[in-house]
């Protein structure tokens, strides 16, 4: 009754349903993996087992909803697949040298899943109280849960880590054994109160706010020369995971899928074969196209827990950070471009400024050419419109998808990734602008073609970045006032955050601005 009061009568059918189905599933693998045993190594084989076919079963959980109920047949058809391998690699000479540190983010990552699933199990009614609707990631909380509980206890989780490859050599064993290892390891560190505690501490934190945010992070232990054309260029080699070229033979696409983990060469190609890359990490992502995906959040704080947590838990350096707001459907259509001051703005608050070896100052994404692109001509990747969709299977009515399972985001992408920063104050900064101004596209090549201002513009923006200039104060006024005006109307003409917090939110982005401006007058 409980829960029909706080979600209504179709959670509670779609619960029933999804839990009937997750237990099918459980009885596939038992009558599969080492059938008629009841040891507890019998049982951490399962549960490996189901680790590696964790996309499976999501992908079988979300068409089960809205629709009719899953076949024997086709779930067995599903869930009957050989297990992934990675002897082949033991022979490979250029394989060799990255064996164990691949070994290494494997048994985290089933660390990380098990505890993530063990706060799912315990706390299912908590955190469907805390997600504010059912179109958010329904497990970005208890991610944040888990990473921090990762995170916080490094030591134990090392420890972990050594003595499974210490006392596994991979000549001996396969992958099954390592994500067996990582679930059965799992149990011992998972702690209720400690679980308990997490979810209190980010309950008593959040801060919902009524615009769906989403994030990519790419991370890469050689920067922007992961990918082609740089690291032709720059020649410089990842030393630790090869440019993750092995990620889909220890199928960390799976075991990584509730981080929407997968590898960008920057190609556009969704192909799962061996690529050197960013390891590119999604939380809502559910598949590798992205058209299909979920919102992390509508909360700026949690989503800028999420990133930081993430950085944390990858022994990678960070690179850029992509942030995606849905647009609302009246802003569609009548998006606006960017006057030029506003992105300096932006660039100073996100660009990643940094001092070159010059001791100037400058803004690292651009000058880097790292949103530099030539695919139809020269254009600046700073923001981009796209579609998404978050919804598989029909209605009850009609059988097909309602009318709000497509939308549209504005990706930011200029930003720069790093350790310790707080981007929860840009978050609502690009929250602000999008409600109040409503960015367009900048720049594209069509653009920039089509429009001599906005040629002119590029070029004094590309002369800016290498060597910045101080920002107006007029110019800084205009673009708070901007920010300010649209959290004032998120919620239909009046704020859906606190004064208190969009005060706090306000003057941080103008104390960063007024910072931005006295370490260029420190340099002169």
């Given at each position: ?29 038992k009558?599969?993996?080492?059938p ?68 290494d ?11 993530e699933?063990?706060i799912?199990s ?8 805390i ?9 970005s ?47 011992s ?17 959040l ?20 990918v ?23 199928h ?40 299909l ?35 609302r459907?009246?802003?569609l ?10 992105v300096k ?25 790292e ?39 504005q ?14 104050p ?16 900048y ?6 073609k ?45 704020p859906?955050?606190t ?24 340099l002169?």
């Amino acid at each position: 009754d409980s829960m029909e009061m706080h979600f209504g009568d179709r959670f509670h059918v779609n619960l029933i349903h999804e839990l009937w189905l997750r237990k099918r599933i459980e009885k596939f693998i038992k009558r599969h993996t080492r059938p008629g045993e009841r040891s507890v190594d019998a049982e951490s084989e399962r549960g490996a087992d189901r680790e590696l076919l964790a996309t499976t079963e999501r992908d079988l959980v979300m068409s089960h909803y809205h629709t009719d109920a899953v076949s024997d047949y086709y779930l067995e058809h599903e869930l009957d697949r050989p297990r992934p391998s990675i002897k082949h690699l033991y022979d490979d000479p250029e394989a060799k040298p990255f064996i164990k540190n691949y070994l290494d983010l494997t048994v985290r990552q089933v660390l990380l899943n098990q505890l993530e699933e063990q706060i799912q199990s315990r706390y299912r009614f908590e955190l469907e109280r805390i997600r504010s609707s059912e179109r958010y990631f329904n497990r970005s909380v208890s991610l944040l849960a888990a990473l921090h509980m990762i995170n916080s206890n490094r030591d134990t989780v090392n420890m972990v880590v050594d003595e499974c490859l210490q006392a596994m050599p991979y000549e001996k064993n396969d992958l099954i054994d390592y994500v067996k290892y990582g679930v059965r390891a799992s149990k011992s560190m998972f702690d209720t109160r400690v679980a308990g505690a997490q979810l209190t501490r980010i309950r008593s934190h959040l801060q919902p706010g009524l615009v769906p945010l989403g994030i990519e992070l790419e991370l890469s232990n050689v920067g922007a020369a992961a990918v082609e054309p740089q690291r032709s260029i720059q020649k410089v080699h990842d030393p630790i995971y090869d440019g993750f070229i092995y990620f889909y033979d220890f199928h960390l696409d799976v075991l990584s899928w509730k981080l929407g983990g997968y590898i960008d060469d920057h190609t556009g190609s969704t192909d799962q074969g061996q690529r050197r890359g960013f390891l590119e990490l999604a939380p809502g992502r559910l598949n590798i196209a992205g058209e299909l995906s979920r919102p992390a959040t509508g909360d700026p704080w949690l989503l800028n827990q999420l990133i930081n947590e993430i950085v944390n838990f990858f022994d990678v350096h960070p690179h850029s950070l992509h942030l995606s707001l849905q647009l609302r459907k009246n802003q569609l259509g009548r998006q606006r471009i960017l006057p030029l001051g506003f992105v300096k703005c932006l660039l100073a608050l996100g660009g990643g400024p940094e001092r070159r070896s010059t001791g100037r100052l400058w803004v690292s994404r651009m000058g880097y050419d790292e949103i530099k692109q030539y695919e139809y001509g020269e254009e600046l990747v700073f923001a981009r419109t796209s579609k998404r969709r978050w919804y598989l299977g029909g209605d009850d009515i009609a059988n097909k998808p309602p009318a709000q399972a497509t939308t549209h985001v504005q990706q930011y992408k200029f930003i720069r990734l790093e350790k310790k920063t707080n981007y929860e104050p840009l978050i609502m900064c690009l929250k602000g602008l999008q409600l109040s101004y409503n960015p367009a596209d900048y720049l594209t090549a069509e653009q920039l073609k089509n429009n001599p201002n906005l040629q002119e513009q590029y070029e004094h923006l590309k002369k800016w970045a290498a060597e910045p200039t101080e920002i107006s104060q007029q110019t800084i006024k205009r673009f708070v006032t901007t920010v300010h005006e649209g959290m004032m109307n998120e919620g239909h003409r009046r704020p859906a955050h606190t004064l208190h917090y969009i005060d706090w939110v306000l003057s941080e982005i103008e104390n960063r601005l007024r910072t931005f401006n006295k370490q260029l007058r420190r340099l002169i």
